[in-house]
């Protein structure tokens, strides 16, 4: 058949069309694989050289002429149908809607933001450094040297012999921000991030939990300056009449080192189950920086002091939200994850 019949015969078809599928049957007369369009292009190669270019030029015609057809139709159809639905269909506002189940901001997420606002308030970067870790920051740099039976403590998962491991703690940040630091630069950091042990999974056990870590080293710091900056933060979390006290510890890299208590938010010293009898409640760790690490860090501790702390995550968390299992920061239970939602509206 001819190009100019082809043409015509789609000119008369246009005006019978009456409907989506009688529109789709003429794209397969036309265009489907036996269609009249697409035989055209299997008759160029019998079309003399000097005269291929032509044809083809009106094939690719037809069928545009054929395509512009089509798409104006198919509109014009599915505007009507779509049309013909709204004004015969009806939404019964009476119906009950349907529970959409969404999710809520995990407790122990929101916990570590809320503390990054308050450190950032005062001055505070905050930092991140890598999980996977090099002997010398997590341990050597920190005043625990190969063979210290802190290192028993911390039990640690190896990953090359013993030079390569996942930190046991975010305290290498605090390393290698002071290498960074040259010596010569005050430092304001805390680093938040997740820490590995081995150790098994209970109610208040994991392998992997998150701390909290911060360091502050410039000229003429003290232990009061350490408490004025911890009593800040726990007050934002627990309420203004918290108050905090100091006691003695030990720890490698600070000297000296204390435990750090806040009285009861719950009973205010009274004595309740979330505080075991006592009034007061362990938070954190913390104390001057060891004169050694600040040595092996490049600083000279006799020019420069500093303190560094450490909060348990996921500790603060249970403690605010009254949880009593850590596992449930990290399950994909809907109904703990509804649970949290119910605790941020408090």
């Known amino acids: ?116 606002e308050v450190f950032m308030s005062m001055g505070y970067d905050v930092v991140d450094g890598p999980e996977i870790e090099e002997d010398r920051y997590n341990f050597e740099m920190l005043n625990i040297p190969k063979g210290h039976p802190a290192r028993d403590a911390q039990d640690t998962f190896y990953l090359e012999g013993e030079e390569i491991l996942l930190r046991s703690q975010t305290s290498p940040v605090q390393v290698r921000t002071m290498l960074e630091g040259n010596g010569v630069t005050p430092i304001r950091m805390i680093c938040p991030g997740k820490t590995y042990r081995r150790d098994d999974d209970d109610a208040t056990h994991s392998h992997q939990f998150m701390q ?20 800040e933060v726990v007050k934002k979390l627990f309420g203004s009449d918290v108050e905090t006290r100091f006691r003695p510890s030990y720890y490698q890299f600070t000297e000296p080192s204390v435990e ?9 010293g009274n004595g309740c189950n979330i505080c075991k009898k006592t009034g007061w409640l362990t938070v954190a760790g913390a104390g001057i920086v060891h004169p050694n690490v ?17 909060f348990g995550a996921e500790r603060l968390a249970m403690l605010k939200y009254d949880i009593h299992d850590l596992r449930v920061f990290y399950n994909t239970d809907l109904r703990e994850s509804r649970n949290f939602d119910r605790k941020e509206s408090l």
């Open 212 to 231: 909290i870590e911060g360091l502050l080293v410039d000229k003429d710091i003290s232990l009061s300056d350490l408490k004025g900056t911890i009593d």
């Open 1 to 116: 058949m001819k190009i100019e019949e082809i043409r015509k015969l789609i000119e008369e078809d246009k005006n019978k069309v009456a409907d989506l599928k009688a529109l789709n049957d003429l794209k397969v007369k036309y265009l489907g694989k036996k269609g009249l369009i697409s035989e055209l292009n299997q008759e160029i190669k019998n079309i003399p050289n000097e005269e291929k270019r032509e044809f083809g030029q009106k094939v690719n015609e037809l069928r545009d002429l054929f395509n512009n057809f089509y798409l104006e139709k198919k509109n014009e159809f599915e505007t009507a149908l779509l049309n013909e639905k709204l004004s015969t269909e009806a939404i019964d506002i009476s119906l009950p809607a349907v529970e959409v189940v969404s999710g809520a901001p995990n407790i122990l997420e929101k916990l570590i933001e809320e503390v990054e």
């Open 294 to 310: 600040l040595r092996m860090s490049g600083y000279d501790p006799e020019k420069w002091t500093g303190f560094a702390f450490g």
């Open 260 to 268: 750090v208590d806040i009285s009861c938010f719950n009973c205010h």
